[in-house]
């Protein structure tokens, strides 16, 4: 029987960050291609809701409530997938916050900084530790991080937003290259403008900041940003077998 590369039948997915946005999405489109995802999230309240939305379609899903960024938490998050799965063949670390929009240096509290960095560089990091025991059994395993063009191509309105997605950018790269000989294939995606809670948050800070319509800046945002649709089509492509031969980050509108 000739394979279909797209499918993902009975390959366990792990997302980070998927009560939401793309990560919610992504858990989506995996589900509907055929395989077992478990979405990871400090959202236990909304993880659960689509968790459940997805099952009810008849989908295998499993909701995990995480904090990526502690050791404790990611680690029993992995034990679970063992003992429940056995295996891990794919995971997305798609778990991101950004906070202090428009701060400049002296005003952004140190906190935030720190939060920031902890959730989309350590979280990673953490992730990519306890994952890689699992991942290298599979034999089609994929790590993908999400990073974003700020911080790897632009700037971003946050200082520590843009900070740390260029940090998880040269821990993709870097990640790659040491699992590049035990079979685990590591690529960085990186999102445009997308309608997200986190990016309309971002709209709604600057439109206050300006005096500008709050109303206004989320139509036109809705108007001219991408989906979290159109980027869980170019994930799931990229934990697919027809992705193979992709090597460092993409970029998505």
Not at 84 to 99: E, F, I, N, Q, Y
């Amino acid at each position: 029987m000739t394979s279909v590369p797209l499918d993902l039948t009975g390959k366990v997915v792990l997302i980070t960050g998927g009560a939401n946005g793309i990560g919610e999405a992504t858990a989506k489109l995996c589900v509907e291609r055929g395989a077992v995802v478990v979405t990871a999230d400090m959202n236990a309240e909304a993880g659960e809701r689509s968790a459940a939305a997805i099952r009810a379609q008849g989908g295998q899903i499993d909701f995990i409530q995480t904090d990526v960024r502690s050791a404790e938490s990611v680690s029993a998050l992995m034990d679970s997938i063992k003992q429940k799965h056995g295996r891990l063949d794919k995971m997305v670390c798609a778990a991101g916050v950004l906070r202090g929009p428009w701060l400049q240096p002296e005003e952004l509290p140190l906190e935030e900084f720190e939060l920031t960095m902890d959730v989309n560089v350590k979280g990673s990091f953490l992730c990519a530790k306890y994952a890689t025991p699992l991942l290298v059994e599979s034999d089609s395993a994929v790590i993908i991080n999400v990073a974003s063009g700020a911080g790897v191509i632009g700037p971003s309105s946050s200082l520590a937003y843009g900070a740390s997605k260029g940090g998880a950018n040269g821990f993709s790269m870097t990640l790659a290259n040491h699992l590049k000989d035990r079979n685990v294939r590591v690529n960085t995606l990186c999102p445009g403008n997308i309608v997200t809670q986190m990016k309309l948050s971002v709209d709604v800070a600057a439109a206050q900041r300006d005096g500008r319509s709050v109303e206004d800046a989320m139509e036109k945002a809705r108007q001219n940003y991408g989906v979290p649709e159109g980027v869980a089509k170019i994930i799931a492509f990229m934990i697919s077998d027809e992705a193979d031969y992709l090597r460092g980050a993409l970029f998505t509108r």
